[in-house]
């Protein structure tokens, strides 16, 4: 989780200075769902993502540097340099990709699932989307064919409170996620997103359950935004959380307050994701921008 | 040689694909029905309800789905049953399929044939009866085929489930039921080749799906008048076989392209432009196109007849241009 904070805090002030580019959507604060999703996985699990897709990629084991240099447009990117920041691919280690069409990476990951049934496996699928998801037709669809197939796949709802730059409540009127699905015969569950331990348990139980075949679910985490939609986004749909608060909801500092971690095991932990950001930025400004023929190559397979 | 049909060809090539890998499934609304031309019937009782998948009406979702099954290492067969309803799953084609590999540096493939039907003629009206290649043309990423003879639907279909980009795979409803000759044997046919299928030293007319046969029409009937056609079908229009028509023009010196599209903004658009890039000084006229009015495609019979481009509008323009 501090890997995650410190990577998007850095890549919040790289934005600033024009290091990174394209559109950056952050996930401060969002650390818990990642963390408490991802680190069950295996590395065959086939996890999409969407716009905001940072921590889940650093969850599912995407190496930082490659990360980074990705959001930097360059060479050693994940992607090469080609994708960005929306749409982080790391095929080792099981993240088939994020999508900047809100969305359109749910019915992909039912896909992924069907495959691993056709073909005789265990893997799980897993897609992180957005409650501003939830409205598109693609979810209705999808979560249809999902229940309908009885598919393999975890459904994560990162569910924030606010669709781009206006909140829940402007979209549909259906407050809570898990009540959208409830005629499809999902098994669904409500939890506090920055309650790392409380996802852990939630989205273990399902995936012991899907690994055994069973399918599909829902798992809804409420969490909170920190920063706006976009870097440069000035917010100003909502009222800055008051610091009191924030103390409060921060999954990290939570985390660390449940007892569950060493106080100098935290500590720890933050320093060593500090310096490997740092590294990150290093290996990433080091590396090349892309030769310009690689669009030519990449464009259709061989 | 047999007699056959280019659906029985179609069905042929699916049978061949599934039973060759296991990999390969088919998936779409009705198709373990067989769909509504039946061009997928059989397959469910030889392969089972598991690769043979009925999907709801979600064609969203579904390509989605095939999409993703695609990136997980299996060969899907998408068949979406009107290219009209493509507009449902071009987010999907457009913004995933197309991209993937692209965006992802490589690591991802999506082996995925997308099997649809287009065309008018049948009173379908005028959200049943469009060509709307073009669209698909447009997007980097995609390879579009669009087979016109029973001949080689099935080598052609062969090709787009072996290859590992998305394919967008156009039948034809009028070409169907057609009975035609067909090799016993017939042999995979490479995408981005095209066929001369009547060769002529005045004019080249390439024309594409069920224009391929009127063009051969109009070859007919310009041979009365003297003027000998050469005609070209592309067969598939990503990636485009330029090289075969511009050298075709440059001893023609002449071209017509010809389509069931509407003209405007349609694929003989980039022919013309493709063709008088690469051979502007062999052109002895000006390159003609034939396509559809900019209308919708109307359901009553006269207004139907008359808005279908066929063999008089290759032959008018063909012979307008040795005038």
């Not at chain 1, 959208?180 to 995936?207: K, M």
């Not at chain 2, 009209?84 to 084609?93: G, H, K, R, S």
């Amino acid at each position: 989780m501090w890997r995650i904070r410190h990577f998007e805090e850095r890549v919040g002030q790289l934005k600033r200075a024009d290091e990174v580019y394209g559109l950056i959507h952050l996930s401060v604060g969002q650390e818990g769902v990642a963390a408490g999703v991802c680190t069950q996985l295996r590395d065959d699990d086939p996890v999409y993502s969407g716009h905001r897709a940072h921590g889940h990629a650093i969850a599912k084991g995407a190496p930082l540097e490659r990360v980074m240099a990705e959001l930097m447009g360059r060479d050693g990117g994940l992607c090469r340099g080609l994708g960005g920041s929306m749409h982080l691919v790391d095929v080792e280690h099981g993240l088939l990709g994020a999508t900047g069409v809100v969305g359109g990476n749910i019915p992909m990951a039912l896909g992924s699932a069907l495959a691993a049934r056709l073909a005789g496996g265990d893997q799980v699928a897993v897609v992180f989307f957005g409650d501003g998801a939830v409205q598109a037709g693609h979810f209705n669809e999808s979560v249809n064919l999902a229940s309908l197939w009885e598919l393999p796949v975890v459904l994560v709802c990162e569910n924030n409170g606010f669709a781009e730059f206006t909140p829940r409540s402007a979209h549909t009127k259906v407050e809570r996620v898990s009540d959208v699905v409830a005629p499809y015969d999902l098994t669904r569950e409500t939890v506090d997103g920055n309650d790392v331990a409380a996802v852990w348990e939630t989205f273990g139980g399902f995936l012991a359950a899907a690994r055994g075949g069973a399918g599909p679910f829902l798992l809804e985490c409420l969490t909170y935004r920190l920063r706006g939609h976009y870097e440069g986004d000035p917010a100003k749909y909502r009222e800055a959380i008051a610091d009191a608060d924030w103390q409060e909801k921060d999954p990290i500092l939570r985390l660390q307050r449940s007892g569950l971690i060493e106080a100098d095991e935290a500590a720890a932990a933050e320093q060593a994701a500090r310096d490997e950001v740092e590294e990150a930025v290093r290996f990433a400004r080091e590396s090349p921008y892309p030769a310009s023929s690689l669009s030519d190559e990449l464009t259709y397979a061989t | 040689m047999s007699r056959t049909t280019y659906l029985q060809q179609i069905n042929g090539a699916l049978f061949d694909a599934m039973r060759a890998d296991e990999r390969v499934f088919v998936i779409g609304e009705d198709v373990a029905e067989g769909g509504p031309y039946t061009a997928t019937a059989g397959l469910a009782e030889e392969f089972g309800v598991e690769r043979v998948i009925n999907t709801p009406i979600s064609e969203a979702a579904i390509s989605g789905v095939a999409i993703g099954a695609a990136q997980s290492g299996r060969r899907p067969v998408l068949e979406i049953m009107f290219i009209d309803f493509v507009t449902l799953a071009l987010d999907q084609l457009v913004n995933q399929a197309a991209k993937a590999h692209f965006m992802s540096g490589g690591q991802l493939t999506v082996p995925l044939v997308v099997r649809t039907q287009g065309g008018a003629g049948q009173r379908g009206g005028a959200q049943h009866s469009q060509s709307l290649e073009s669209w698909l043309t447009h997007i980097p990423g995609l390879k579009v085929v669009m087979p016109s003879r029973a001949a080689d639907v099935r080598g052609l279909l062969a090709s787009a489930i072996a290859d590992p980009n998305p394919v967008v795979f156009i039948e034809n409803k009028t070409l169907y039921f057609r009975r035609e000759d067909v090799p016993d044997d017939p042999e995979p046919v490479p995408i981005g080749r095209a066929n001369t299928l009547r060769e002529g030293r005045d004019v080249t007319i390439v024309a594409l799906s069920r224009l391929v046969s009127e063009g051969l029409a109009a070859a007919d009937r310009l041979a009365g008048d003297g003027v000998e056609a050469e005609v070209l079908d592309p067969r598939t229009l990503v990636p485009l076989d330029l090289e075969t028509i511009v050298e075709s023009v440059r001893r023609t010196n002449r071209l017509v392209v010809a389509h069931e599209a509407v003209e405007h903004g349609g694929f003989g658009a980039e022919v013309a432009a493709a063709v008088q890039a690469a051979a502007f000084d062999y052109l002895d006229a000006p390159i003609e196109r034939v396509g559809a009015p900019f209308t919708p495609v109307p359901l009553t019979p006269p207004l139907e007849d008359a808005y279908l481009p066929g063999a008089e509008e290759i032959y008018a323009a063909a012979l307008g241009m040795l005038g």
